[in-house]
């Protein structure tokens, strides 16, 4: 199914599958906008704990077991707003997990594309065989252009007719212009034999690894000792974590503005 943007699949999903009062389960923390999509549908959304390596496997069956969810709501490759990856051990260990359960695998894989080594990551739902299956989110925001509004899912067979129907309740269709437009860049190859999709992301690669550096260097001199900060191999996040004992003293929202004055943004 084609979207405009990804964005519109997660707020689609939300109509189709949620009733009120449903439990969906998220990385803890998460993309806000999908938390949107989620209780704007009327969905209890409950954050399971994670590690470096993503959402724990025995935090997730806990969850699961106790909660019944309808939706597991997943960023495994460079996640938002973390930064993080699922090691290939764990996502085994994750698929095992939610192969046992009913509840429908959403995975969000917008930022895969920008591995800083250029190596790309096997999505999770790429093995998972369930009774629910998986819903793959995948967008050309992130490496052609946001303004181009284009978001693609697959979708199990089950869940395609009732999606297709709420697409066309939605918005009828995507702009056909801009998929074209965007077809033809996907399929462009440069005179010396690099398409320009490749030649797009080896930049945004580099300029995202030096500027993912550059910030990392920066906090390491400016925090205070027992910070943790994830030290992410692609995408666009970077994710910071004070000492147990400093969170108390420590409030973001107070920051904010001042940082905004400084033309500098973060999710507090």
């Not at 085994?92 to 920008?114: F, I, K, N, Q, W």
């Not at 996907?186 to 300029?207: C, F, K, W, Y």
């Not at 004070?242 to 500098?264: G, K, M, Y």
Request: hydrophobic content about 40%.
């Amino acid at each position: 199914l084609i979207s405009t943007g990804s964005q519109e699949i997660l707020f689609l999903l939300a109509r189709v599958i949620i009733n009120p009062g449903d439990t969906v389960l998220v990385e803890a923390p998460t993309y806000p906008a999908a938390i949107q999509a989620f209780t704007m549908a009327g969905a209890r959304v409950i954050p399971v704990a994670c590690d470096d390596n993503g959402i724990i496997p025995s935090e997730l069956e806990r969850a699961l077991r106790d909660y019944d969810p309808v939706i597991t709501y997943l960023i495994p490759i460079f996640q938002n707003p973390t930064g993080r990856s699922m090691s290939e051990r764990r996502k085994d260990e994750v698929r095992r997990v939610l192969a046992g359960h009913r509840s429908l695998l959403v995975e969000d894989d917008a930022y895969s594309p920008l591995a800083f080594d250029g190596n790309a990551r096997e999505p999770l739902c790429h093995t998972y065989e369930s009774e629910s299956g998986a819903v793959y989110l995948a967008s050309l925001s992130k490496f052609l252009s946001p303004a181009f509004r284009i978001g693609a899912a697959l979708i199990p067979d089950w869940l395609l007719q009732p999606m297709t129907v709420a697409k066309q309740v939605s918005t009828l269709h995507g702009s056909v212009i801009d998929q074209r437009a965007a077809a033809l860049w996907l399929d462009r190859v440069e005179p010396d034999g690099v398409s320009s999709r490749d030649r797009a992301l080896n930049t945004m690669r580099a300029t995202y690894q030096a500027r993912c550096n550059a910030l990392r260097t920066q906090l390491l001199d400016i925090v205070p000792d027992g910070t943790h900060i994830t030290d992410p191999d692609g995408g666009m996040f970077v994710w910071i974590d004070f000492p147990e004992e400093l969170r108390p003293q420590v409030n973001t929202l107070s920051l904010i503005d001042d940082a905004i004055e400084h033309e500098i943004a973060f999710v507090p």
